[in-house]
C-alpha cells in the first residue's frame, strides 16, 4: 500500500510539473554570455531559458567547483539550472531514463550546496522535489519538505515548489502541513501569482480545496477574491468566495 501511495505521488506530481513548464515556457531575454549567478536569479524569479545556455553553465560550474567547492550562490544557482535542463523530458514520452539523470543531478547539485550552506531553502526544495520523483520516499521527502520551510518559510519560489510538493502527498500530510499549505496558498494569491494558484487548485483534492477556500474566504480581500476566483473560473472550475457574486448573478439588483 505505502508503494502505491508513493507511485500515485509520483504520478501526480509528474502532472504538476507538466503545468509548471507549460507555464514557464517563454524564453526570458538574457544573453548566451550571461553568468551561472544571473541565471540563477532569473530562474528564482520564474523566468526560463535556453537549453543551450544552461548545458554551457552546467559545464562550466562543474569544472569551477571542483577547484573550489564551496561557493554558496554558484551551487544554488547549479541546482537551480538542473532542474530547468530536466525540464524538456517531461514533455515528452519515452524520456524516462533521461529524465531520472537530469533529476539525479539535481539531486547531486543539491546536497553539495547544502554542505556548503545547509540553509539553503532552495535547495532544500529541489532535493525534496527531485527524490519524490525518483526514489519516492515520502519520508525523506517530507524531512526534506519541513527543512525548505524551516530555512525559507516566505521564499516565493520554495512556496510554490512545496505547494506543488503537498499536492503530491497530500493523503500524507498531518493537519498542522495542510495548514500551511493553505496558508502558502494565501500568500501566492497575494504576491499576485494568481495563475500559479489556479494550476494547484486544479490539481487538488476536494478536501484540500475546501480548506484553501475556507483560507481564501477568511484572510483574502475583495479584490483578491475576485482575481482568484476568475483565473479559477478560467480554468473550468469553480470557487464560492464570500466576496465574489455567483457566476450568472445580477449584483445590481
Known sequence: MIILAARLAVGVLALVSLFWVYLLSPIAGYGPNSDLVTVGRGLQSLNTFDQDLLARLDLEASD??????????????????????????????GAEDKREEALERVKESARLSLTCNP???????????????????????????????????????????????????WHELDESHKIMVADHMRRIVEAH?????????????????????????????????????????????????????????????
Open 64 to 93: 569551477k567547483l571542483a577547484r573550489w567547492p564551496c561557493q554558496p550562490d554558484e551551487l544554488e544557482s547549479l541546482v537551480l539550472v538542473r532542474v530547468a535542463m530536466s525540464a524538456p523530458f517531461f514533455l515528452v514520452s
Open 119 to 169: 540553509y539553503s531553502a532552495t535547495s532544500w526544495t529541489m532535493l525534496a522535489w527531485a527524490e519524490l520523483l525518483t526514489s519516492g520516499d515520502t519520508d525523506l521527502v517530507l524531512t526534506y519538505f519541513d527543512m525548505s520551510y524551516a530555512t525559507g518559510p516566505l521564499e516565493f519560489l520554495a512556496a510554490l515548489r512545496r505547494v506543488e510538493l503537498a499536492i503530491a502527498l
Open 193 to 253: 501569482g494568481y495563475m500559479f494558484a489556479a494550476g494547484f487548485y486544479a490539481g487538488m483534492t476536494d478536501d484540500a480545496r475546501k480548506l484553501v477556500r475556507d483560507t481564501f474566504a477568511e484572510h483574502l480581500n475583495e479584490v483578491q477574491q475576485k482575481r482568484v476566483e476568475a483565473a479559477i473560473w478560467r480554468m473550468d472550475l469553480s470557487i464560492d468566495l464570500p466576496l465574489v457574486p455567483p457566476r450568472g448573478s445580477r449584483p445590481w439588483r
